[in-house]
């Protein structure tokens, strides 16, 4: 079984331009949450889809981030205009909405660095 | 609000057992979960506990207190490939979603 990919592992921009983070969850997974992991600061919760839907996105930083799930599928996390702050190691999670326990598979991560 | 407190750093000889503590406060509580993270890698699911007591799984084995919002990491026979952090999470909420602590950076040595 593939696991969760994030595109780029990398990415280096410029205060004030547009990146957009890209997750594969696993293929059958409805849940898609994205975390963030800023230098030093603990992982903290994003948002979470199900399917194409938005469940919550109440850890979202403001309105330059917008995450999208079109088709139910992957999903795109864009920051326009990215700021110093965030800079950061973003993850993506995927999770069966019917396991017992919820398990989240965790990608390995998009390091983003704003200059 | 939240918060969930981990030591920063452990260090541990190979062979021997070592205990990552971790305590939380938190509205709502779904469960507790222990994630391992190698450097540069991504989170890889180790336990996870809904009710008080203790969950074994190999060398690994975690214990829950929701009373006194405690859980530990149990890490026997240690290997040099058990340096890595080990990340406590609360799982809250209909959506399920992972509120973390700092980590836990262990290092095992010879």
């Known amino acids: 079984e593939a696991g969760v990919t994030q595109f780029p592992s990398h990415s280096v921009i410029e205060k004030g331009q547009t990146v957009t983070l890209r997750c594969d969850p696993i293929?059958?997974?409805?849940?898609l949450y994205w975390y963030r992991r800023v230098m030093g600061k603990e992982i903290k919760f994003l948002l979470h889809?199900?399917?194409?839907?938005?469940?919550?996105e109440s850890g979202m930083p403001n309105n330059r981030f917008l995450a999208e799930r079109t088709g139910g599928t992957y999903s795109t996390l864009k920051v326009q205009p990215a700021e110093l702050e965030d800079s950061g190691v973003y993850f993506c999670?995927?999770?069966?909405?019917?396991?017992?326990?919820?398990?989240?598979?965790f990608g390995p991560g998009t390091r983003l660095t704003v200059l | 609000g939240q918060n969930i407190d981990q030591p920063t750093e452990m260090t541990a000889t190979e062979g021997a057992i070592v205990q990552i503590n971790c305590t939380y406060q938190?509205?709502?509580?779904?469960?507790l979960f222990w994630y391992q993270q190698h450097a540069g890698e991504a989170p890889t699911f180790l336990s996870y506990?809904?009710?008080?007591g203790l969950e074994e799984k190999g060398r690994f084995s975690s214990f829950l207190s929701r009373s006194k919002g405690y859980s530990y990491l149990l890490l026997k026979e240690l290997q040099m490939k058990d340096s890595a952090s080990y990340l406590c999470?609360?799982?809250?909420?209909?959506?399920?979603?992972?509120?973390f602590g700092t980590g836990t950076q262990l290092k095992v040595e010879l």
């Open positions: 999670a995927s999770s069966q909405s019917y396991r017992r326990y919820n398990e989240q598979f």
């Open positions: 293929s059958g997974h409805d849940n």
């Open positions: 889809f199900v399917k194409e839907s938005k469940q919550d």
């Open positions: 938190t509205s709502g509580f779904n469960g």
């Open positions: 506990n809904v009710l008080d």
């Open positions: 999470a609360v799982s809250k909420g209909g959506g399920n979603k992972l509120t």
